[in-house]
């Protein structure tokens, strides 16, 4: 059976959908304030399986006459990178839904050099790995997102 990707055929609507019905149980069982700004921002994100930069939710923001200012999309955005619901990718300087934010984790991602398209990894293994890399080291790891740029299957297949 072949794991569902952002790389093949699913059900977006239904991403969507979950990542926000996650999102508010998270909120409410955190005891956090999911607003109407935080939340609209998470679902601008989850639109597309391509990242999305500040700048873009705020020109959407302002198509829909919210005429939000700057701060309030970054406000919103750091609300949601510190509670584990988006990530930031600073190779595109944009942000992507998280797909399992219920799970403390660090971020690892396949980025697709042509489409943009980005599937995140939930690997325990890696992360380890990293960890231990780091440790021989005498690095303690903070944070980490490790970001691989390539082709999908799609674009691969036009090449």
Known sequence: MTETTVFSQH?????????????????RNQGLRLTD?????LEL??????????YEILAKFNEEGRNSAPPTVYRALEFLQEHNLVHR??????????????????????????????????SAEL???IQAL?????????????EVSGLCPRCKAEA
């Not at 059900?11 to 996650?22: M, P, S």
């Open 89 to 122: 990718l600073a190779s595109l300087n944009a942000f992507i839904g998280c797909i399992a934010p219920e799970h403390g984790h660090q971020g690892s991602f396949l980025i697709c050099r042509k489409c943009s398209k980005a599937q995140e990894l939930t």
């Open 11 to 27: 059900d977006h609507k239904r991403c969507i959908q979950d990542a926000l019905e996650t999102a508010k149980e998270l909120c």
């Open 37 to 41: 700004t935080r939340l609209r921002v």
């Open 127 to 129: 992360e380890e790995s």
């Open 134 to 146: 780091a440790g021989k080291q005498g690095f303690t790891v903070d944070n980490m997102t490790l």
């Open 45 to 54: 994100i989850w639109q597309s399986h391509t990242p999305v930069g500040a």
